[in-house]
């Protein structure tokens, strides 16, 4: 079973290359964010001609996240307990929730495809916002892991955070100053470690971005950042038997500015007989 996460940034823009992609990968489960689109604006067609179903969660132009695939989606949740809102200049526990979470399970694993939010800067409510949506994600996905032991369970999507110095390879970015690099933001991530997610990528791709900024030529001066995770369960990271970055996809025409993040399971599905002998 092959599950994929990617921040196509626009759907829309962007719908043949992604299909492609999943069509030329075999991709089972693709996990997208940033598809700045709602539900009836989404390019079903393509998706369904390929042979897809997609769950979506999308409230206007901004963020958005869907899941598609090749199995039956089943339990689609678009929020987990706890999830705060957000809204320039207001404050309070009632703040309305984006569209920035979407959980489903399918083939029996619990999958979740993330847009964490930015931050952008370390003095705006929205770093706050962030590193309390991030503490609320933890909590929830421990208690659900608690609740259901046993049962694989990944939490995909662009983090907006480069967890270690070797993933970030921006040098506009300054320890101390920017986001995304910041102890308490790295600190966010490291703590899912205490309820056992482990990033299941880099044991197997130890090395490379995901995320490469449109302007200064940062794609061909290769200063790009590793923010794209799939962070996996102990029972989930037990099924992985690979994984990928792809690269290439930040090439050619009109490409998002993130990368598809793959792995492969050892979970059968029903077309497996029907897979691409790979050497």
Request: proline share 8%.
């Amino acid at each position: 079973m092959r599950i994929a996460t990617w921040n196509v940034n626009s759907i829309r823009a962007r719908v043949v290359r992604t299909v492609d992609w999943m069509v030329r990968e075999d991709v089972d489960v693709l996990a997208m964010q940033e598809i700045k689109c709602r539900p009836d604006q989404f390019p079903l067609e393509q998706f369904e001609a390929a042979g897809y179903e997609v769950a979506i969660h999308g409230l206007n132009q901004w963020n958005g996240v869907a899941i598609a695939s090749r199995l039956p989606i089943e339990d689609v949740t678009t929020s987990f307990e706890g999830m705060p809102g957000f809204l320039k200049g207001e404050e309070g526990p009632d703040l309305p929730k984006e569209a920035r979470a979407l959980g489903a399970t399918i083939n029996g694993v619990r999958l979740w495809s993330l847009y964490v939010p930015n931050g952008r800067s370390l003095d705006d409510p929205h770093y706050v916002y962030k590193l309390d949506w991030l503490a609320k994600l933890k909590e929830d996905t421990g208690a659900w892991l608690s609740a259901n032991p046993g049962a694989p369970l990944a939490l995909m999507g662009d983090f907006n955070v480069a967890p270690l110095d070797s993933d970030m390879g921006d040098p506009n970015l300054v320890q101390g100053l920017s986001t995304h690099i910041s102890p308490p933001e790295r600190a966010a991530i490291a703590a899912f470690g205490e309820i056992g997610l482990t990033d299941v990528v880099r044991p197997i791709v130890p090395e490379g971005f995901t995320y490469w900024d449109y302007k200064q030529l940062k794609f061909p001066r290769n200063e790009g950042m590793r923010i794209d995770f799939i962070l996996g369960s102990p029972d989930f990271a037990g099924l992985v038997t690979g994984a990928s970055i792809h690269r290439n996809e930040r090439k050619g025409e009109a490409p998002s500015d993130h990368v598809p993040v793959m792995v492969e399971l050892d979970l059968p599905t029903e077309d497996d007989d029907d897979r691409p002998m790979i050497f």
